[in-house]
């Protein structure tokens, strides 16, 4: 037997387990740094499985790992099981119908993440005792991914240290591995101190903290037209000072995100906004102070192992749909704003081509596989820890279809279809994918040399690390 076809039987044999798996991190719901049950569950899983589990790593209560195996070489696979607020949707549900109103929900589908990084790992854990070949595997449960850059801390306090290379993978609309290159971003908090007073007795008394985070906001406005354009500033007021507008408010706070394709713009953008905030504060006669609390670097695939897992994408297949699922598929899409609609119609047309157009609106479901081209560089805005785990090793997260075609990102009808056929299905060859990508990896040991000496060339191997220095968990 092929490898291919012994890491799909391998896989088939246990997708029970993993679905249902799947279906109790969906259900549990739980945000960044509080997945107290899913990664209990994931972790007695693993111990089924026969894993040494270890937990709590670098100080996180819900970080852990499961070791299996001996000797080289040492194979890192990535978890992720953390939900986002507000987006709770009843299972494979296409109208919008909340389990829990404003509940948490699996709107970036990351319990078919979590799970089928695992159905990955017991897979191959299976195929090299078949085979009675060397090597270590290491399953490593990442909390926090949404917001709170769970895999920065972990990587920072050496947690990836050791590891030869690194397969994880991200539900998607696509079917590709894609030379995706994604956001480094840093969140800091300003804080502003005052001194209140009778707004309307003795205003000449008070120094507002409220107007110091909107003059900051003006100021951030101003600089928006003089950076790259590929960067992003976003905000959020955390602390407004208070409800009542005859009061000075005295204290105020506001997050900012910057994101940029390099941490090192990041950094140079952070340095001005941090010089906005001063202004701010000393138009206003406050004081202001700040921090990090999370952080991304860039990530950008390893290309020996994206090819690896390009051969093992276009072995394997994408998910087989049927009838259901397609159906499934387009009451979702009929749930689309207009926005999305046009957006799905412009991805089919561009990856189906026009003649295909009113027979993939009946069937939004992804049905072919983007080959992976390295000079094809896809920039996509938004961030993934991930990339801090490609600064410990060479590193590379997959895309499977688990939805309909242009589903829109943090949704609850991505949150929805996360537990129903299409996502599950789109799970489960995803979790065929990465295991047979490690085989083919671990069967040309000169592969993980080039993937090492890519790895050495982009960075020389150091590791700057966006949280250094932050000395607490951040919270949403
Ligand atoms: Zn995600």
Not at 84 to 101: D, I, N, R, W
Not at 412 to 433: E, H, P, Y
Request: glycine share 10%; net charge negative; with cysteine.
């Amino acid at each position: 037997m092929d490898p291919k076809q012994k890491i799909e039987q391998l896989v088939e044999q246990k997708k029970d387990k993993f679905i249902a798996l799947s279906r109790t991190i969906w259900e549990f719901a739980e945000l960044g740094y509080e997945e107290y049950q899913s990664s209990e569950t994931l972790c007695k899983s693993l111990e089924e499985e026969g894993f040494a589990v270890t937990k709590k790593l670098a100080g996180i209560p819900t970080a852990f790992k499961g070791v299996w195996g001996s000797g080289n070489p040492v194979i890192g696979i990535l978890g992720e099981y953390d939900a986002l607020p507000g987006l709770s949707q009843k299972a494979g549900c296409p109208v919008k119908t909340p389990l829990h109103e404003n509940g948490a929900g699996h709107g970036c589908g990351h319990n078919l993440l979590g799970a089928g990084a695992m159905a990955g790992a017991v897979a191959l854990k299976e195929y090299l005792e078949s085979t009675k070949q060397a090597g270590t595997i290491i399953y490593f449960g990442t909390p926090a991914e949404e917001n709170l850059s769970g895999k920065a801390f972990m990587a920072r306090d050496g947690v990836f240290d050791g590891v030869d290379f690194f397969y994880t993978w991200h539900p998607s609309s696509f079917n590709r591995i894609g030379a995706v290159h994604m956001n480094a971003n840093i969140s800091r908090i300003y804080e502003f101190k005052g001194i209140t007073a009778h707004a309307g007795g003795a205003p000449h008394l008070g120094r507002s903290a409220l107007d110091s985070c909107e003059l900051m906001g003006v100021g951030a406005n101003y600089l928006r037209e003089h950076i790259i354009m590929e960067a992003r500033i976003h905000y959020a007021y955390l602390d407004v000072g208070g409800r009542a507008p005859n009061v000075v408010q005295d204290h105020a706070a506001v997050r900012y995100v910057i994101r940029a394709p390099y941490l090192r713009q990041v950094k140079d953008i952070i340095k001005r906004v941090d010089q906005i905030a001063e202004g701010a504060a000393l138009m206003s006669g406050t004081t202001v102070t700040y921090h990090t609390e999370s952080g991304y670097s860039e990530y950008i695939p390893n290309n020996v192992l994206a090819e690896t897992a390009d051969k093992a994408l276009h072995e394997i297949g994408g998910p087989l749909w049927d009838e259901q699922d397609f159906a499934l598929a387009k009451d979702f899409t009929e749930a689309f704003n207009d926005q999305s609609k046009e957006k799905e119609r412009e991805t089919i047309i561009q990856r189906y081509g026009r003649d295909k157009l009113a027979e993939k609106l009946q069937n939004p479901l992804d049905t072919q596989i983007e080959k992976y081209d390295k000079n094809h560089i896809i920039m996509e805005f938004g961030s993934t820890d991930a990339g801090d785990v490609g600064y410990i090793a060479p590193t590379v997260h997959l895309n499977i279809a688990t939805e309909a075609l242009e589903t829109p990102g943090h949704s609850w009808l991505k949150a929805g279809q996360a537990n129903s056929s299409i996502g599950l299905k789109g799970m489960v060859t995803a979790a065929k994918v990465i295991a047979l990508s490690c085989v083919k990896m671990i069967e040309d040991p000169d592969k993980i040399k080039q993937a090492k000496a890519e790895f050495m060339q982009k960075n020389n191997g150091i590791y700057d690390c966006p949280v250094a220095g932050v000395t607490e968990l951040p919270k949403l």
